[in-house]
């Protein structure tokens, strides 16, 4: 998710089945306000972990089968049941957004991509669930493209992150391309930095690749959304080098002239 309200994933898309669309806004709906706990406003920690901890209480009435006490968890707990699905992955969101609260830093890519797992994964496993896929493999398959569009996002925000006194790239990558964190809050683009950067981008690149394959398998709308997912990231990417690895400057992002070529490349999708 976020960068100032990055998506993992598009709300109410087009290419989404009519009947799916409102579902996946209410999931949305919640994700959305529940990273926003985390994230936004000048709350203290303390009320930050408070609030999302009610969250988890208004979970724990839907699993009870009793009404939860606001509108949103009443809506979200109708989508639930109407779909068959579980809390599980809104919790390991709620799990995410909490050690947003609290940590800062990560030692080592292993620990970054638990929090991916947590962070951007349940996202993926709650649309195969709605196109009623469980496959081990689609399963594997959805969740390294999350957690490359995580990484992908956090490349983009290196600066963004950094105001918030977050940094996303491991600390053991830093300290095996010497680059320090007054690097990052001069916005220094040098050669150390460059390879630190082509380093994590190739990571992601295959991440993203490895995981490409589900959008061919998925029919209909749903593996063309899932072409537009991968091509929209791995073009994130391209932008970043093209751009010599300075993403405090201009933050890359998709412009139309992306979104034209993603919609020719889609057609020749290999995956």
């Given at each position: 998710?976020?960068?100032?309200?990055?998506?993992?994933?598009?709300?109410?898309?087009?290419?989404?089945?009519?009947?799916?669309?409102?579902?996946?806004?209410?999931?949305?709906?919640?994700?959305?306000?529940?990273?926003?706990?985390?994230?936004?406003?000048?709350?203290?920690?303390?009320?930050?972990?408070?609030?999302?901890?009610?969250?988890?209480?208004?979970?724990?009435?839907v699993?009870?089968?009793?009404?939860?006490?606001?509108?949103?968890?009443?809506?979200?707990?109708?989508?639930?049941?109407?779909?068959?699905?579980?809390?599980?992955?809104?919790?390991?969101?709620?799990?995410?957004?909490?050690?947003?609260?609290?940590?800062?830093?990560?030692?080592?890519?292993?620990a970054?991509?638990?929090?991916?797992?947590?962070?951007?994964?349940?996202?993926?496993?709650?649309?195969?669930?709605?196109?009623?896929?469980?496959?081990?493999?689609?399963?594997?398959?959805?969740?390294?493209?999350?957690?490359?569009?995580?990484?992908i996002?956090?490349?983009q925000?290196?600066?963004?992150?950094?105001?918030?006194?977050?940094?996303?790239?491991?600390?053991?990558?830093?300290?095996?391309?010497?680059?320090?964190e007054?690097?990052?809050?001069?916005?220094?683009?040098?050669?150390?930095?460059?390879?630190?950067?082509?380093?994590?981008?190739?990571?992601?690149?295959?991440?993203?690749?490895?995981?490409?394959?589900?959008?061919?398998?998925?029919?209909?709308?749903?593996?063309?959304?899932?072409?537009l997912?991968?091509?929209?990231?791995?073009?994130?990417?391209?932008?970043?080098?093209?751009?010599?690895?300075?993403?405090?400057?201009?933050?890359?992002?998709?412009?139309?002239?992306?979104?034209?070529?993603?919609?020719?490349?889609?057609?020749?999708?290999?995956?």
């Amino acid at each position: 998710m976020p960068n100032s309200h990055y998506e993992n994933f598009p709300v109410a898309s087009p290419f989404l089945p009519p009947a799916l669309r409102a579902p996946v806004r209410d999931i949305y709906t919640f994700a959305r306000s529940a990273d926003d706990l985390a994230d936004e406003g000048d709350a203290s920690p303390e009320q930050r972990i408070a609030a999302l901890n009610y969250y988890e209480a208004e979970l724990d009435l839907v699993d009870a089968g009793q009404p939860p006490q606001t509108a949103l968890f009443r809506q979200l707990a109708h989508t639930l049941q109407a779909q068959q699905l579980p809390t599980r992955p809104l919790r390991d969101l709620l799990s995410a957004f909490r050690q947003d609260v609290v940590q800062t830093r990560y030692m080592s890519f292993e620990a970054l991509l638990d929090y991916c797992n947590r962070s951007a994964n349940p996202v993926g496993r709650i649309m195969l669930a709605l196109f009623g896929e469980s496959a081990k493999l689609s399963l594997t398959q959805s969740d390294a493209i999350c957690s490359a569009l995580q990484i992908i996002n956090f490349l983009q925000d290196v600066a963004i992150d950094w105001e918030k006194a977050r940094v996303y790239l491991p600390q053991e990558d830093l300290q095996r391309f010497g680059v320090t964190e007054e690097d990052i809050a001069l916005g220094r683009v040098e050669q150390r930095w460059a390879a630190l950067m082509q380093f994590q981008i190739d990571r992601a690149r295959q991440m993203m690749l490895d995981g490409a394959p589900l959008a061919r398998k998925l029919p209909g709308r749903m593996g063309w959304e899932l072409r537009l997912i991968v091509l929209g990231g791995l073009r994130i990417l391209e932008k970043i080098e093209a751009a010599d690895f300075d993403v405090f400057r201009q933050r890359p992002k998709l412009n139309a002239f992306d979104w034209l070529m993603m919609g020719w490349r889609s057609l020749r999708f290999v995956g």
